[in-house]
Each structure stands twice: as C-alpha cells, then as structure tokens.
C-alpha cells in the first residue's frame, strides 16, 4: 500500500511565476491536508480538503493561495505569482476519516525554492 | 490560538541513554500525537494518545498525557545514533472543525554514539 505521494519534490520558481504542488492520497483516503514548514519552524495548517469540498481553509493566505481535490486525480495546491517568502516545506497528509479521530499521514513533501 | 510547545528546543545525549521531550499546549483535545522528522524529509507518525488515556507504549516509545496540565511528554529509551531526529507534537483541538492538527516548535535530538 503505497504511501502519500507528492510531487515534485524540489520545485525552483522565481518571482512572479506560479507554483503547482501535487499530492496523491493514501489509497482508501479522502482526507486531504496541506501544511506548510518555513525553516527551523514546526507545520503549520493551510487546509483541509475532502473530495471536492474544501472543509477548512483557515490557515490559507487570503491571496495568491488555492487548493482543489478533484473527484479523479491528486489535491492541488496553487500558488500564484510566488514571492520570496513562499519558499517553504509544503507537506500533504491524508487520512481515512475526519482528523479528530484519525492519524494523519504525511508525505515526503515539496520544497519549494522562490527566486 | 491554540500552539504546542515542546522543550527543550534541542537535547543532546549519548547513545544507550533516554531521552525526554515535553509538549504543553493550551485548549481541550480529543487526542495528541507525536511525530518525528528527519534532516529534509517528511514526517513519520510515532504514536496517538487519546484524551482519556494517560499512558501508551510503542516499542522504545513511551507517551504520557496529563490532561489537567495541558502536557504531554515522549520518551525514548535506550537511544540509538538513528533516532537522531526533530521530534514533534501535534494536537487536534477538540472543538476545531475538521481535523486539523496544531504543531509544536519541535525538539531537535542529536544522539552521539
């Protein structure tokens, strides 16, 4: 049973351009959760995702910032016009059921370098 | 808003040693969970402790949870140069919609063999 994938792992973008970060549930999972880790820091939330729904976007940036989990395919998140201070870890988990109860868990994730 | 805290930021130790990271935190849970994560990589889940259990066990792994102090502490025994590692706590919030979890700073743990 394949863990969560995200792709790609390493992702350069300079200034202005927009970033796509791809993650592909645990397989029986409709759970979806972006973090993000600026260095030296500990995860923090951006959203929660269950098919086709966004459950919870709290922890997004009210712009340049989106996500999707479409009914077929991987969770997207989207940055557009990426700046300096978007470069970061950027970690999906998933789950089988809502969070509360169940573990989350975590890709290998995506980092992002912004020039 | 609510945030875990774990101390100490880092701890270092020799190899055979335990180790002891605490994680406090600030509103109600239903459960807490401890994660670790090596140089670069993702995190890998350890344990869950649910908010009526006080005490849970996983191999060298020992979790405790006090409730009423808001604390929770992870132990390591006979330590090994491999379990050097960030170390994090992560709670849900019981009255957070969805399942969002809250992590700590992380306590960075460098075993010397």
């Known amino acids: 049973n394949a863990g969560v994938m995200q792709n790609p792992r390493h992702l350069v973008r300079r200034r202005g351009q927009e970033a796509r970060l791809r993650c592909s549930p645990m397989?029986?999972?409709?759970?979806v959760y972006w973090y993000r880790q600026l260095p030296e820091e500990g995860l923090k939330f951006m959203v929660y995702l269950q098919k086709e729904n966004i459950i919870d976007e709290s922890g997004m940036p009210k712009e340049r910032f989106s996500a999707e989990f479409p009914k077929e395919g991987p969770s997207i998140l989207r940055i557009q016009q990426v700046v300096r201070g978007d470069s970061a870890a950027y970690f999906c988990?998933?789950?089988?059921?809502?969070?509360?109860?169940?573990?989350?868990?975590f890709g290998p994730g995506t980092r992002l370098l912004v020039l | 808003s609510q945030q875990g805290e774990e101390d100490p930021q880092a701890l270092s130790i020799q190899e055979g040693e335990n180790a002891t990271m605490n994680c406090s935190y600030k509103?109600?849970?239903?459960?807490l969970q401890w994660y670790r994560q090596n140089s670069g990589r993702g995190l890998v889940h350890l344990i869950l402790i649910r908010s009526n259990e006080r005490e849970k066990h996983s191999g060298r792994l020992r979790v405790t949870l006090d409730t009423s102090k808001k604390s929770s502490s992870l132990l390591i025994t006979a330590s090994r140069a491999a379990d050097t590692a960030s170390y994090f706590c992560a709670t849900d919030g019981r009255y957070n919609q969805g399942g969002k979890l809250i992590f700590g700073q992380g306590t960075e743990l460098s075993v010397k063999p």
């Open positions: 988990a998933s789950s089988s059921g809502q969070g509360a109860q169940e573990t989350q868990y």
């Open positions: 397989k029986g999972h409709s759970h």
């Open positions: 509103t109600s849970i239903n459960n």
